[in-house]
């Protein structure tokens, strides 16, 4: 017998994959699932469906997302002070002021984005000076464009016991004046105890926490994005999205990637020590199936690994070439130890010698019999040529970040650094498909001020800067067809997160993930992809967000 549908979407112009391909007018649903397209749809109405015409509006899968910082964005949007990228000092120095005018004494003044841009001047002693008279006080950490470096001022110095008498730590750099006292920007690993400090003065309760996930979910359907993975979870996370979905107020598939080693966010525990609280916070919408791996910096601090040496400077020398956070044989242990426990690894890399340095330990863990774990390089922005073709080879995801390349000024703050050419094949996402590799794009928002996936397909397909801020292209010869695009930000990153069998396209069986369109992309001219909205988010067969 057929089922009778609780839902039948009529009058659309639904597209099941998102490719351009002949649209379907009719779909039908049931328990939040589909159960069937076209013809077959009608057959499931019965006297108590709904009926929902479209109005002959496109009806595309829902957008997944490869790689967000869903908790991070969340408690920036409510509770944290918000500053452009592209902002200069005296703008980011008059927003802090006008922010802590709004708070209690001693209360902590987090937020960011500062440039990478802005990195010389920041470190000036003057501009600590400034920065503490903004504040008038009160403890400040603002973080960079990457989320990786932090600038504090004095409060928060003390607060986390950094004096000039303290040492570098480990993977870290305390940039320092000529008399040795810290300027207040920290590099990398610098900045985690300014991070801990934070967390012992202001901690979150489980409800807070998961108001924020829960905030950063409800900004992620607003873009039409159904599912995501999240690609720096702690402890509090996924305590608060196992509340979420116990209470029945979790409306996205989310795979979480447990933080294995931490250099930038102060989680604790890390490692073994959250691994082993991952079943119990498993739950039927949140799996908790990655970790999440750290192998190197970012190109502007010169703290990614690459094979080729940056431009000569006075602090690092004429052979740097950055440095990857563990040797291989560290990341031979973490690979081995996790796929004996059916887990999987999303590595950041972002120099072509820490990208090299994961595909030769996946390698041998193929070779070794465990075919079962996802591996995702995350971001990758430089590969060598030669290593292309071993994505497809050896089954490793290019978690690529079409929001973090195009012409702007992150990608001047990488060009100033490396040497003249360096940036001719960044992204080589053409390259990779063409070499039969799964690109699943990722935003890595809010590093990226926006997740908003028609920008990433706009810039994957004409390389150019969809804000039409920046003029020109980057490395137009790595451009991809719209379809192809499409794909990476549909299917690709649900396929690299492993949910396959519940979304990302629209197929009897699958979840009702979908969102509503005035048109479809494939009617318009591409340069009207920038200003696509979703006029309709659906999770589950029910709307999430009506534009």
Known sequence: MTRTADLLITDARIDPEASGAEPIERMAVADGRILALGEDASACAGPETRVVEMGGRAVLPGFADGHAHHLLAGQSDLFELQVSSSAGLDEVLEAVAAHAAGLGAGEWIVGGSWGSGLLEQLSAPEALARFDAACAGRPAMLRDDSKHNRWANSAALAAAGITASSPDPEGGEILRDVTGKPTGVLIEAAGLSVE?????????TTEQTARAAARGIEILHSYGITAFQDAGASLPMLEALHHLDQAGRLEAWVVTSMLANDVIFGADPVGEGIIRHREQHRSRRHRPDFIKIFLDGVPPTRSAAFLEPYLPDELHGCDHRGHTTMDGDQLRSWLFSTAEQGISAKIHCTGDASVRTVLDVVEEVRRAGHAAPRYQIA?????????????????????????????????????AVLPSGATDRMQPNRELLEAGALLAAGSDWPVAESPNPWEAVYGLVTRKDPSGQRAGTLCPDQAITLAQAMAACTAGPVE????????????????????????????????????????????????????
């Open 196 to 204: 801990e400090a934070l967390i012992r003065q202001r901690p979150m």
């Open 379 to 415: 971001h990758g922005q430089f590969v060598h040529p030669d290593d292309v073709p071993r994505f497809a080879a050896l089954d490793v995801v290019a978690d690529i970040s079409p929001m973090l390349w195009f012409p702007g000024v992150i990608v001047d703050a990488v060009a």
């Open 496 to 547: 690299a997160m492993g949910l396959g069998e519940e979304t990302g396209r629209l197929r009897p069986g699958l979840s009702a993930d979908f969102i509503v369109l005035a048109q479809s992309p494939y009617d318009v001219d591409v340069e009207e992809l920038p200003t696509f909205v979703a006029e309709e988010t659906w999770f589950a067969g029910e709307p999430v967000h009506v534009r």
